[in-house]
């Protein structure tokens, strides 16, 4: 079965939209919000809870799991769904950010990158073709272009050499695909310039993908300049595909992101945050050790009807903190992920009853905009 | 409610006994074993998960939760039951082991021990009644008397000494409390002397108590030693009342215990050894780390089946620890609590069909003898 992406409706006061993507492991429901599981794992959690809280589709790293335990031994495992004991879609990114994230750890050539591990600093090459059939051998629902992710700021002659790397490797993932099981999406490059965006948006919809990656936005640009990227690159962009940005996950660029026509999302921010003892609630973001929580009896959140909310206070869960005891970080991380789910239901229900503007309003108006 | 024990049956070919022990928050089927929760929360688990795998009580350490969040903190919650979210009997020890395993950092007297926090390094003031005080705020179904646990090897004299507080302490703990829902067990000390062992048993007997703890076995002896002083200790105790072995929880001390007449146990080895990596099995033990399980994907254990060994691959959980994701710890911890919880209900089984002798048998022929 192929994956496809349909198109419920557009929001007619804002770019936002509904849709529904099919994949060979059940339907999603878009906006839709990734938690990530870097390592075949969702970090502290069981598959049957991120079920319980209403993840629909999770997202694993191709880097991380090339390096450690191998493609090979997942795929002779049955696939990472068979592995990590996950039966819904599964996205994998590339690579690619991962990569060019190891700074003079890496060498690249046109034909791809040369990079020492971070795990034993032994040598490896990574390549469109090599990070198309890592991922094929997966088995994720949606893979990824291997792509080179510009940093912030970068010069537009760099940025202009990241974007043609990028358009040729994305021409050359595809050439190398061959699972109909599986979608292939390309990544928008282009960083903060939009004659560059324009260029790779317009590129990577001559090659022709089922969907497509904004890649190279939240590396550490204002927000402002983000959303006019975002502003600028997805009318670019075919309406019957979904789009993708990548790497954001903070409840305000999750409204911003839907608002600008942005249909999928993932981050390691809630669950990083949550084993930190941070937890984003209806009134703002809480730090769970700090001493003001010693003797308050209040759930996390009084708005919220997570598994931690309805079962355990705050003053039980600084005292996990303080104790360093691991039901801590599960507790939170199970209430950042519901919190973040839970108000993508809230957003797709919003643009349903084309109220989207109005519930941005109200959420910020208790939340606080960051 | 008062804490009622029911005995059910008493094997004809051994010590060995079925019983009930009735509490507060529900009945508990002995011989029992109590997973440890020390600060509250058994080290990566959740309340339902622990459930799900019939844990019927588990204990919790005093010395520990007075220092943190402190029982002033836990009885404002509404007690420990309350606070942790397990509405399932609990036990909570006396603190007095934990405090003189301090060594130099306690100091004895005939009222009580002063000793310094192993957190902090202040200063603290442990006596029977304070420990019975902290134990009726924390609300457990049954507590323990504070005692002296003499280490091994200790000469006659110190352990007379030792002996001779503890029934005094034990005196004054009965003194100190008054609460109906709990019950207060006395322990029964003496080292590996068996005229202290009946001195102890004797005077605790004339004191009188609902339960009965046999403490300092378990704290480096020889196993034959400890069986031996188990033959000669039990048949001083009543019938009519639990024993309770503390500090004991591998297979075969087990099931040695039972032979002789316990009706409870409790040890932190099936989730320590876990969080370690190490996993019981029907076939003995297995460390999951081991390179021969790298591309091993059959379960944990062949033979079980709770969750973890129903879903997940010798591969994957070694994965998940090379990769130090919680979550593996969290499943060999699952896979041991339901490996012990599942011996015992097969040995209270035995008991029932009058076949002690020979599951005994059967399980150390595959299992191994430790």
């Known amino acids: 079965m192929a994956v496809r992406f349909e198109l419920i409706k557009e929001c007619r006061r804002s770019k ?10 059940g339907t999603i429901e878009t906006p839709v919000f990734m938690p990530v599981g870097t390592q075949a794992t969702v970090k502290g959690m069981m598959p049957e809870e991120l079920k319980e809280m209403g993840t629909e589709i999770i997202l694993s790293n191709t880097y991380h799991l090339y390096l450690r335990p191998g493609e090979d031994l997942i795929n002779e495992a049955g696939g990472l769904h068979k592995f990590m004991n996950w039966d819904r879609p599964i996205l994998t990114d590339s690579g690619g950010f991962q990569v060019f994230s190891l700074g003079p750890l890496r060498k690249v050539s046109e034909d791809g990158v040369t990079f020492k591990s971070h795990l034993d600093g032994s040598t490896h090459f990574m390549s469109p ?31 202009e050499a990241a974007l043609q790397r990028t358009t040729q490797w994305a021409a050359r993932c595809k050439e190398a695909h061959g699972r109909e099981d599986q979608a292939l999406f390309g990544i928008v490059q282009g960083g903060m310039y939009k004659d560059l965006r324009e260029r790779s948006a317009k590129e990577l919809m001559d090659i022709g993908f089922p969907g497509y990656g904004i890649g190279g936005l939240s590396v550490g640009e204002p927000k402002p300049l983000m959303y006019e990227m975002l502003e ?33 999302f993932d981050c390691v921010l809630p669950t990083r945050i949550a084993r930190n003892g941070t937890v984003m609630t209806s009134r703002g973001k809480l730090v769970i050790r700090n001493a003001e929580n010693t003797r308050d009896f209040r759930p996390l959140d009084e708005e919220c009807s997570c598994y931690a909310c309805r079962n355990y206070t705050r003053a039980y869960i600084r005292h996990l903190f303080k104790a360093e005891e691991i039901l801590g970080l599960r507790l939170t991380t199970i209430h950042n992920l519901y919190f973040l789910l839970t108000l993508m239901k809230k957003v797709r229900q919003a643009i349903a009853e084309d109220r989207l503007p109005e519930f941005r309003k109200e959420f910020f108006a208790d939340y606080g905009y960051e």
Chains 1, 2 share one sequence.
């Open 16 to 25: 936002a939209r509904l849709g529904r993507l099919h994949t060979p492991h």
């Open 129 to 159: 073709e090599r990070a198309t059939q890592i991922q094929m051998a997966l088995g994720a629902d949606i893979i990824m272009a291997f792509d080179e992710c510009a940093p912030y700021p970068s010069t537009w002659e760099y940025t």
């Open 232 to 264: 600028y690159t997805i009318p670019l962009l075919p309406t019957d595909k979904p789009r993708y940005l990548m790497g954001v996950g903070s409840p305000d660029c999750l409204i911003e992101g839907v608002m600008r026509g942005v249909d999928m």
